[in-house]
């Protein structure tokens, strides 16, 4: 004989079950051909596979495109490596032509004395010739440094070539400045002298020289301007590398 349930109680039951937020349980009604009693059953409800595919499905091209995201383009890379390439063309043309015109610079006045003859050069003034050697040192190594240009162009991914350029390309702009910025007041004097200490204008009597040498100077600080440009362009290529 089927047990005989408390209607009341299974009633109580039934409304707990069906106010849970959490849970949602099938009920399944059984009743006994002789109508004696109700018997209520509560299946527990299986897992629902179908769902978990759907929101697996959902969030599958959530992902992919997540993982897209986060893969760095290349066409930047390599973009950012020709443009090295150009400025370090750039630079070498500058340099060269700052320690050519200074190297060659010579002056002589059509005049002299018995004693005397006025001549002027280069490596009578210690900072322009500070100038040349530094202004060389400078294109030499940007020379040298082509093959690791073309290097971080053929492989854009590469971040050891392009921490060494930043390093050095970082020295030869503070070389390259200093000896650009003390020539720089050289010729300032020269073309302006200075009352206070009793120093005339030189450019007066040679103004071919200070032209020559005015036209070095700034020549050289486009080559450090460009070094500056290329120590920028590598800083932002190892940023974005990371």
């Known amino acids: 004989m089927n047990p005989i349930y408390n209607p009341i109680l299974s009633w109580h039951s039934i409304t707990n079950q069906l106010s849970s937020p959490d849970q949602y349980y099938p009920l399944a009604m059984d009743s006994d051909k002789s109508g004696e009693a109700t018997k209520i059953s509560i299946q527990e409800p299986k897992a629902e596979t179908k769902g978990k595919g759907i929101i697996a499905g959902a969030l599958a091209p959530v992902i992919v495109a997540a993982k897209a995201a986060r893969r760095p383009r290349k066409g930047w890379k390599k973009g950012a490596a020709i443009f090295d390439l150009v400025l370090r063309l750039s630079a070498i043309v500058a340099g060269f032509a700052a320690t050519s015109l200074m190297g060659t610079t010579d002056q002589t006045l059509p005049f002299f004395t018995q004693f005397f003859q006025f001549h002027a050069q280069y490596n009578d003034l210690p900072t322009f010739l500070f100038f040349v050697i530094a202004n060389a040192i400078a294109s030499g190594y940007l020379v040298l440094s082509l093959p690791f240009s073309i290097v971080c162009i053929i492989r ?28 720089a007041a050289i010729v300032y004097l020269a073309h302006n ?11 007066q009597q040679f103004g071919n020289f200070c032209q020559q040498v005015s036209s070095a100077v700034v020549a050289s600080l486009i080559a450090a301007t460009l070094l500056l440009s290329l120590v920028v362009v590598s800083a932002f290529a190892l940023r974005k590398m990371k």
């Open 156 to 183: 854009s991914h590469a971040s050891g070539p392009r921490l060494l350029l930043l390093i050095l390309d970082s020295v030869m702009m503070g070389l390259t400045t200093s000896a650009a910025s003390a020539s």
């Open 193 to 203: 002298g200075n009352s206070s200490a009793n120093w005339n204008a030189f450019c």
